[in-house]
């Protein structure tokens, strides 16, 4: 399963990578709905939080996490972190796959169960971009493309 899942990860996140791209960058303070993140805000919780996902494999396989770069702005550190998940967990051997990782907080998680978080997460948060681009009248990218 995990060649399978990181494909399949690697692709979901690339469509996410591509819908925050459509936002031109003077859109990032745009607040969709009362009570929600901004777009801005939307993209760098999306690197936060794959960072956080993939941390705990790095470690497994004993990769040092990117330092912190404030100067990039939330689209750079989407990118870098989408790139870091799915070229890590490609390097999972297949005995680790279910190899239970401790997170921050007192949570558990297998590599495989990371995959999965990420993608429900990844998927809820691209629901979200792709309604604010349509309340800003832009088309978002297409997910499935004609053939």
Do not use: N
């Amino acid at each position: 399963m995990s060649k399978v899942a990181v494909e399949y990860l690697s692709k979901a996140l690339g469509a996410t990578v591509e819908v925050a791209r459509a936002f031109p960058a003077d859109k990032y303070d745009y607040w969709p709905a009362p009570q929600s993140m901004t777009v801005g805000e939307q993209i760098g919780h999306l690197a936060m939080c794959l960072d956080y996902f993939i941390g705990p494999v790095g470690e497994m396989l004993q990769e040092r996490a990117p330092a912190d770069d404030p100067a990039l702005d939330p689209m750079q550190r989407l990118e870098r972190a989408a790139l870091r998940m799915t070229e890590a967990l490609a390097r999972v051997p297949a005995e680790d796959w279910h190899r239970s990782l401790a997170y921050p907080d007192g949570y558990e998680m297998t590599p495989e169960r990371a995959v999965l978080v990420a993608l429900e997460h990844d998927a809820h948060h691209r629901g979200q971009l792709i309604v604010a681009l349509r309340l800003l009248d832009i088309e978002p990218p297409k997910r499935w493309k004609d053939s």
